[in-house]
């Protein structure tokens, strides 16, 4: 089975601060993105990887940053957190084009 | 850009009946893909159902089905025999071809199975 791992299920956060998220896969994928998941607005992409070291800007890349330094892992950095990222936020990985995404569970983050 | 529809935010359905989750689509591409993702509560994202634009069969998966109508951009998903474990988040999601494995989702649609 494929397994997609974020590090916290929960995370609260102050104003300010820089936070990690991180995300590992354990199927060898290419493809590694980051998404954030909004009541009515369903899951938007803030960035995406298909490669080591490579990124991609999704639909709302604006307060995050990214790094893929090894093909498992892909972090989502906030330099600086903002009440307005308040959100879950869904790391997904895929092997190829038009086939399945895997998620992981999830991180519910909280800035105060 | 593409643009994903759920019209429904929020539906119920009695245990063993038969519900239908709507999607409409809105691009210029003539060839992509289309997905049904479900999300049970406080449990991962997991994919339902996929089907590729250029095949006119409606895909199925045991009591998963859709209604593709490409003419109308309309991707619907009907759930027979509608379980208890149905009750979750399902997300309609568009990917175009070439573009990288990604993917844009609906805002969504909670379904609860009443007992």
């Known amino acids: 089975d494929v397994k997609v791992t974020q590090s916290s299920r929960y995370l609260v956060k102050r104003t300010g601060e820089k936070v990690f998220l991180e995300c590992v896969q354990d199927?060898?994928?290419?493809?590694m993105f980051w998404y954030r998941q909004d009541p009515g607005l369903g899951l938007r992409l803030i960035y995406f990887?298909?490669?080591?070291?490579?990124?991609e800007k999704g639909d709302i890349p604006e307060g995050y940053s990214v790094s893929r330094e090894k093909k498992e892992r892909f972090s989502l950095i906030l330099e600086s957190a903002s009440t307005n990222q308040t959100s879950m936020y869904l790391c997904?990985?895929?092997?190829?084009?038009?086939?399945?995404?895997?998620f992981g569970p999830g991180t519910r983050l909280t800035v105060t | 850009a593409q643009t994903v529809t759920q019209s429904q935010p929020e539906m119920s359905v009695q245990e063993a009946e038969t519900v239908t989750l709507s999607c409409t689509y809105d691009?210029?591409?003539?060839?992509?893909?289309l997905f049904w993702y479900k999300q049970p509560p406080s449990r991962q994202m997991i994919l339902v159902i996929r089907?590729?634009?250029?095949?006119?069969q409606n895909a199925t998966e045991n009591r998963f089905s859709v209604n593709f109508q490409k003419a109308a951009k309309s991707f619907s998903l009907k759930i027979s025999d509608s379980q208890l474990g149905d009750t979750a988040m399902y997300f309609c999601?568009?990917?175009?071809?070439?573009?990288?494995?990604?993917?844009?989702f609906g805002g969504g649609t909670r379904l609860m199975v009443k007992p």
């Open positions: 997904a990985s895929g092997a190829d084009v038009s086939y399945e995404q895997y």
């Open positions: 199927m060898d994928h290419e493809n």
């Open positions: 990887s298909y490669d080591v070291k490579m990124k």
């Open positions: 691009t210029s591409e003539n060839n992509y893909y």
């Open positions: 089907q590729e634009a250029y095949k006119q």
């Open positions: 999601a568009f990917e175009r071809v070439n573009a990288g494995n990604m993917l844009t």
